[in-house]
């Protein structure tokens, strides 16, 4: 499963992002869960998920800042994307998209991850 992130950047303080992951491939019986996690030192954190189904989990720190989309697509391309409001200079940091679910063949769970992007704000 290839994991594609986009959407960071630089912003000022108090400012949007979207952020967009795509995971495609035709090796999955499903995915279950798309979620964004951001790294702070050597810490990577859960920001926000969203299960097959929409129910969706937010860290305490982004809850009403931050929306996550469901999941939609077919079963070789799926997206979800995450509306980043009223950005802080404490949300600075890598985010990654991972996506997770089982494998066609054996129906084994599999987690993949995205290279990462970077997303500044500034004070």
């Known amino acids: 499963v290839n994991i594609v992130e986009a959407g960071g950047g630089l912003v000022d303080n108090g400012k949007s992002l979207r952020l967009s992951c795509s995971a495609s491939?035709?090796?999955?019986?499903?995915?279950?869960?798309m979620g964004w996690y951001r790294q702070g030192g050597n810490r990577r954190a859960i920001v926000a998920e969203v299960?097959?189904?929409?129910?969706?989990?937010?860290?305490d720190s982004v809850r009403g800042r931050f929306t996550i989309s469901s999941i939609s697509g077919d079963n070789v391309n799926q997206t979800m994307s995450l509306q980043m409001d009223d950005l802080k200079p404490e949300d600075t940091g890598v985010y990654y998209c991972?996506?997770?679910?089982?494998?066609?063949?054996?129906?084994?769970?599999?987690?993949?991850w995205g290279e990462g992007t970077q997303v500044t704000v500034s004070s």
């Open positions: 991972c996506a997770a679910g089982l494998t066609l063949d054996d129906g084994i769970e599999f987690e993949s």
């Open positions: 491939g035709s090796g999955w019986r499903s995915i279950n869960t």
């Open positions: 299960f097959n189904g929409g129910t969706t989990n937010y860290a």
